[in-house]
Nanobody
Framework: VQLQASGGGFVRAGGSLRLSCAVS????????MYWHRQAPGKQREMVGR????????????DYGDFVQGRFIISWDNAKNTMYLQMNSLKPEDTGAYYC???????????WGQGTQVTVSS
């Protein structure tokens, strides 16, 4: 299994970006897909996650407190890709964004490489 993150770039404060995490290979359900970020000199933090195939057999998402309704995580089955739609970006959202997959059946975890997001004031 490989995860390929993309979509980072430069954007002005208030702007939007959509990050993608393309998954090659099979991740069994149930699983949890995460977006994390790490700013220079700071610890990595979870941006949000999407739980797939859990007890509800559907999907559920939750986010870090700092998101405050600005970001949306989604999954496209046809493309085997997770997205992070980021709106109302702030300079403090600057950092490297990483995707992670946790296969809850095999307990395997997979990481993608980071994609850099830079928000100017």
């Amino acid at each position: 299994v490989q995860l390929q993150a993309s979509g980072g770039g430069f954007v002005r404060a208030g702007g939007s970006l959509r990050l993608s995490c393309a998954v090659s290979g099979t991740i069994f359900s149930p699983n949890v897909m995460y977006w994390h970020r790490q700013a220079p000199g700071k610890q990595r933090e979870m941006v949000g996650r999407i739980v797939r195939g859990g007890s509800t057999s559907g999907e559920s998402t939750d986010y870090g407190d700092f998101v405050q309704g600005r970001f949306i995580i989604s999954w496209d089955n046809a493309k085997n890709t997770m997205y992070l739609q980021m709106n109302s970006l702030k300079p403090e959202d600057t950092g490297a964004y990483y995707c992670q997959a946790h296969d809850l059946r095999t307990l395997s975890q997979y990481w993608g490489q980071g994609t850099q997001v830079t928000v100017s004031s």
